[in-house]
């Protein structure tokens, strides 16, 4: 027995595994984006590898500056569309599909109990279906490439554990900010985290992945959730292949223990430049911002736009408010529900889905001195353009602070 | 593995952003990452070869990008020593063939100092005292010694 990333990663090698131990997996589903697939082919190409083990098994997303914004970008991406060709590779989502992380878990590739890599730091995100889901470079994508195969140490886990109802005006997003407000963000480097708790127990799929996203802010290599009937029922139909859910032994050794009571949560945010430094919304409202921006794979969801349309339907901004769905079948929805519609009369602007302005290349890009409230998940020093603040809040807080131009708390509106 | 060199020192949580922006990451050219290697946090990041960073905790935080490790390599820099490194940006060190060693010496060094780093003992040395540092398991000492997981690879390891 032992912790769910222990017993995964023991059967994905064949033998048993503790903390601690080095191990060579079978990766079930591997990705890499238009952004890390350039290297990760160049790298597999250096390696004189020739055929990918299995092309199945490869899933190749275009999202973090779809539509190209330049001409050396379309070359790259040519590049990158003629080798997937080659191999053929055919999980290859172009241009308007959506975020990697959500089309992974939209089209029935993050199963419980599976291994799962990403060239791409939130690949962590597939935990919220029970899979290790770990985030890795492009030349470690190329030997995963190559052997269907890589080595991991497996990590400790720390077991956060979150009880309570969430008060009106709060979502997962004040969670996870919440959770990294404690354990900081080293604070799980090289560990896993599993999530437990009454909170969580209620959370649909949605809000599952923005916590198990955000693992990463505080180094973790895998956040997980283990599965239950919401995983089961979201799963129904949409699953790619037979899988087998993987539960923590009632021996499992876990490092640490983390206890949140969030009953009495205010809306969180995460104040430039680190995504530890959270404070609860009192604290910052009123701070100017000329940018709102709701989306990317942390909080481009359905279930979010929805918060935002909630909030901002019958109202109208007073900055500039970037709406990014996280996939084509998200936007759809928001178009067939009317909540496009909600947004856009608003004012708001719908932009394809994909990462958006999220990492800075593109969409939305801030000048210096400008700040952004955004449902994303990092405010890294110029993250979305140079000397700009980045502030990361939940999709109500995002909206809330769209319609006043300053960080504002949503429960105002509710 | 040896290395001494003048150091570039840093503090906590240098991410990924900082020492490469987003809008330079659409190249295959290594020599455009290295030209803006660390430019987020120090625009006056000029080293020469065989230069050494030192840092705090957490260095490396952030994304995958292993433009990341490229650029401080391309950019002239020989071995970081960190307090601790972000997990995905210590496997793509080693990868591309950055030495990279864990001790806790940041508190103590100034830019322009000179550090010495053994990897193969897992100690650095500062001001003529000597720090513990960790040490590689033997597999990935492998990969580095052959110059990343590519050449390794390609030597048919």
């Known amino acids: 027995m032992g912790t769910i990333s222990e017993l995964i990663l023991g059967r994905a090698s064949g033998k048993p595994a503790a ?18 697939s350039v290297l990760a082919v160049k790298a597999f190409k250096e390696m004189r590898s020739e055929k990918v083990w299995d092309p199945s098994r490869i899933i190749i997303p275009f999202d973090h500056l779809a539509p190209a914004n330049n001409e050396n970008t379309a070359l790259l991406q040519r590049e990158i569309r003629q080798w997937a060709a080659e191999q053929g590779i055919s999980h290859l989502y172009d241009v308007g599909e959506g975020v990697c992380h959500q089309l992974l878990s939209e089209k029935g590739f993050a199963m419980p109990g599976k291994v799962i890599v990403g060239a791409d730091s939130h690949s962590c995100t597939y935990g919220a279906f029970g899979a290790f889901a770990t985030g890795v470079g492009a030349t470690d994508m190329a ?9 991991f140490r497996v ?21 996870i900010l919440r959770v990294a407000k404690e354990l900081r963000s080293d604070g799980a480097t090289y560990k896993a985290i599993e999530f437990y708790g009454t909170t969580i127990g209620q959370m649909p799929v949605a809000g599952r992945m923005t916590l198990c996203n955000m693992v990463i802010e505080m180094g973790g290599k895998a956040g997980i959730v283990p599965p239950d009937r919401t995983t089961l029922e979201y799963l129904e139909g949409r699953a790619v292949e037979a899988f087998e859910p993987v539960y923590a032994g009632r021996d499992a050794v876990y490092c640490d223990e983390l206890h949140l009571d969030v009953s009495g949560l205010q809306p969180q945010v995460a104040c430039p430049p680190d995504v530890d430094n959270v404070v609860g919304v009192e604290e910052v409202e009123g701070t100017p911002v000329d940018q709102v921006l709701i989306g990317s794979c942390t909080n481009g969801r359905y279930e979010d736009l929805a918060a935002a349309a909630g ?30 519609t909600d947004l856009l009369k608003a004012g708001a602007t719908i932009c394809n889905p994909g990462c958006g302005p999220c990492l800075g290349g593109h969409l939305g890009v801030m000048a210096e001195g400008e700040a952004c409230m955004a449902t994303t998940n990092r405010n890294f020093k110029g993250r979305m353009g140079k000397g700009a603040d980045v502030y990361l809040g939940s999709p109500l807080t995002a909206a809330a602070t769209a319609i006043n131009g300053r960080i504002a708390d949503p429960r105002r509106y509710l | 593995m040896n290395f001494k060199g003048r150091v570039w020192v840093y503090g906590d949580n240098v991410d990924t952003d900082v020492i490469i922006p987003g809008k330079y990451l659409r190249s295959a050219d290594f020599r455009v990452f290295a030209e803006h290697a660390m430019e987020g946090i120090d625009p006056q990041f000029r080293p020469e070869k065989g230069d050494i960073i030192v840092a705090g905790k957490n260095f490396g935080c952030g994304s995958s990008r292993e433009q990341a490790p490229l650029a401080i390599k391309y950019a002239g820099i020989d071995c970081i020593i960190a307090k601790s490194f972000s997990r995905i940006f210590f496997r793509n060190a080693i990868n591309v063939g950055l030495p990279i060693i864990e001790a806790n010496v940041h508190d103590i060094l100034h830019r322009g100092d000179v550090v010495e780093a053994d990897l193969e003992g897992g100690f650095v040395v500062a001001h003529g005292e000597k720090y513990p540092g960790t040490k590689l398991p033997g597999f990935l000492k492998e990969i580095l010694d052959a110059g990343g997981l590519v050449a390794y690879r390609r030597d048919g390891k």
């Not at chain 1, 030997?143 to 080595?151: A, D, V």
């Not at chain 1, 969430?166 to 997962?172: E, K, N």
């Open chain 1, 19 to 36: 903390a601690g131990d080095f191990v060579i997996a079978k990766v079930d589903f591997a990705m890499s984006h238009d952004g890390t």
């Open chain 1, 155 to 175: 990590p400790e886990t720390i077991r956060v554990t979150v009880d309570g109802d969430l008060p009106i005006g709060t979502a997962s997003k004040d969670v």
């Open chain 1, 143 to 151: 030997e995963i490439f190559t052997s269907g195969r890589l080595w």
């Open chain 1, 311 to 340: 909030i901002l339907k019958g109202r109208t901004v007073k900055c500039r408010t970037l709406i990014v769905p996280a996939s084509r079948n998200i936007m759809i929805r928001a178009i067939e529900t009317g909540i496009a």
